[in-house]
């Protein structure tokens, strides 16, 4: 991508990452874009715990597929006005009149299969409560250990973990939750520790030691 002008170049490490003109390092995917690189900076990779806010993970996962994730966290404002907060008992209750509603929504992704899968996916939320809620299920796929990337190119995309998390989820009644997306999941929450040796993010979720 061409440098802004009057912008200083970026220096590229050894790993592939970039140096930014503040002097942090970061991947590529999250050095020149301002909301990816805030996202990056202070959410992505850090412990999320609570039903509501996986449930809303893995749904902006299913929405994503296909797609830029900075196209859905320029929506998630939009979509989550639209998912009423992403809350699994309001949307275990949407009917075809919240499905047509949402389906010409122009802020969000009008996509039918994957609004419908987000319906199907609150209503199995809402029946795992049964059984220690989606949340705890998640987290039990936590690896022994977390890659250590030295290299852009060295970071994984899917893991044994995270295809016996796609099945686990597939079958408890979950639906678009592959083992890449939710290899992506665990990233996003902090489950596994994906950054880069050289970042500066690298060992701050508090899930696992600093290097």
């Not at 939750?177 to 290899?183: E, H, I, N, R, V």
Request: glycine residues 10%; hydrophobic residues 40%; negative net charge.
């Amino acid at each position: 991508m061409p440098e802004e002008p009057g912008q200083a170049p970026f220096t590229a490490t050894a790993s592939g990452a970039l140096v930014c003109e503040d002097g942090l390092v970061r991947p590529p995917w999250a050095a020149r874009d301002p909301l990816l690189r805030a996202y990056y900076d202070t959410e992505w990779g850090m412990p999320v715990r609570d039903e509501r806010g996986v449930f809303e993970r893995i749904s902006l996962e299913a929405f994503q597929a296909g797609l830029s994730w900075a196209t859905i966290l320029r929506k998630r404002p939009a979509f989550r006005a639209a998912f009423d907060d992403f809350d699994p008992d309001t949307v275990a209750e949407y009917g075809e009149d919240d499905v047509e509603r949402l389906l010409g929504d122009a802020s969000i992704v009008r996509n039918g299969r994957k609004i419908r899968a987000t319906v199907r996916n609150a209503r199995a939320a809402v029946a795992l409560r049964a059984e220690g809620g989606l949340a705890d299920l998640v987290w039990s796929f936590r690896p022994g250990r977390t890659p250590a990337p030295a290299r852009v190119e060295d970071v994984p995309t899917v893991s044994p973990e995270s295809a016996a998390l796609a099945g686990a989820l597939r079958r408890a009644g979950f639906t678009f939750t592959g083992p890449t997306g939710m290899f992506a999941l665990m990233e996003a929450i902090g489950i596994v520790d994906t950054h880069l040796v050289d970042s500066h993010r690298r060992g701050t979720s508090g899930v696992w030691a600093r290097p």
